[in-house]
């Protein structure tokens, strides 16, 4: 039988902490797309800090599902 191991907070948190940041920051492109009168370059420039940061929350979020995984097995 395969034993659940507690998950403890301290372990997870830098991780967690991490990506609660990174939603911030692409929380904050989101809604720059949304001001006004917005140039190409300043739509582009956002656009590409968005995709960014959207890449860095798929990796975050993939490493936190491993961190777990590994956390639940011992």
Same mark, same amino acid.
């Given at each position: 039988?395969?034993?659940t191991?507690?998950?403890k907070?301290?372990?997870i948190t830098p991780i967690l902490d991490e990506l609660e940041l990174e939603c911030l920051t692409a929380?904050?492109?989101i809604e720059a797309l949304k001001v006004d009168r917005l140039?190409?370059?300043q739509k582009e420039d956002i656009l590409g800090e968005l995709s960014a940061s959207i890449t860095h929350l798929r990796i975050q979020t $993939? *490493?936190?599902d491993r961190d777990f $995984? *590994?956390?639940m097995s011992v």
């Open positions: 039988m395969k034993k191991a507690f998950v907070p301290r372990d929380v904050k492109y140039s190409k370059n $993939e *490493k936190l $995984e *590994k956390m």
